[in-house]
């Protein structure tokens, strides 16, 4: 069998340059018909070595080494920020930042070879932070200069036999899918920690596995939902350590919080170490909710016990719900996101009685067909942009569009002056049952105090020209006919 190279466009029948509707998705689909496009002009995309990077940085006692120039960390803010303050929601009072070397490949690098400074690198790691772990994340630059770093992580390994020294291949070009940075980092994880090798199974033990993007309010109500399963949570990598990472093969079953989140390292820890696992959607909204849950107590056959505790939920937080539909009835969104968030934001504003008339996703598969189908039954003709970000074609987009709200990634639809709800909130509640009140408060707020945002558009203007907006978005989708 060939093995899962890590890069999400080598699985047959993914695309990620579409534009188009949902129901012609899903009737191309069905016919085989979608291919793969592509564009001839590109705005930015995510690149998946910050993902490989943001996956892990909040493990104890490691040090992440970027064998790349110092612009590609960048963006590892981000990551840096949910860490810090995921830190303060823990209780934790000496807030750290994430121990992140960059061996600053220039032009000399370039062309004689990056290998001293990396091996320098790893000495200063060393010395300095005597870590557990040292990840070295592969760049474009050292990809393409072609530095071998599994050849010298593997000798630095001999030299350092204390700390576990572990490649990652996330070179930026390899994939324009960006959660195959996630993926790149599991198998690293499987390959230099895990190493196929069995352990004793620990009762009832469940891996659960989580994205920076998850608040510490979300990991509890995982844990809450899965702990009234009967269940123990191995809480998996965010936050965790390399004992919590070396329990993974105790598991009697494993499940994810994401979409796209370890969904390909499950398989793996299914052939590699007979883990069965539950992959079906982001537990957000009470579809989605439900949906989740019923999956991994199925693994767990605790079929009859989820139902109860549904019911329960549902008795519990549907007047609650009732309260918010009367604030959001009607509403027109557009949403964009991951492709788990996206699909899983959609599915939640059908609670509040909304409409979606706009989705703006990364990647289009088989799971995203399931997805695609039942939206279909509930919202209809509403536009399906395949991009990985792509900002351009989502202001044209909403510009035309004109939603009475925005859930997803803000910056530009704010931009345009409309009521926006971030989706990717790391430091507050979204998923299960109480995060959908929270959640569904949060965009009702939003559509009653739009003031910022109206004040931002009239004060910022989004950097394209006026012609740009009466185009047709998707002008730049090459070889979609
Ligand atoms: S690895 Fe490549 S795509 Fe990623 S930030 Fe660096 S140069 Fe950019």
Redo the contacts with the bound molecule.
Sequence with gaps: MVKYSGVRESRPGRINDLGTTGAQAEENYKKGCLKRADRSFAQGLQ????NSMAALMSLEDAVFISH??Q??V??TTMAVDMYRVGQYHRGIKNIKNPRIIVTNIDQKSAVFGGEKKLRDSVKKAVERYAPKLIFIYA???SGIIGDDIDAIAGDLQTEYPDTIIIPIH????KSKICASGFDAAFLSINKYILKGEKIDKEENLVNLFAPTTVSYADQKEMERMLTRLGAKVNYIPFYSSLEKIRKIPAAIASTSICKVFADEFMKTLLEDYEIPYSHTVMPIGIRNTDKWYRGIAKILHKEDEVEEIIAKEHERIEPLIASLRARLQGKRVFICGGTGRSFAAAALIDDFGMELVGLETPTYDDDAQVDIEYLNGIHKNFVLDIANMQPFEQVNLVNKLKPDAFIGVPEWAAKLGIPTTHVLDGKRPTMGYDGLLFLGNKIADQLQNPGFNKKLAKHVRLPYKDSWYSEDAFKYITGRD
């Design positions: 690149c998946q070595q910050i790349s120039p612009g590609c960048g963006c760049s474009c630059a996330c070179e930026g070009f």
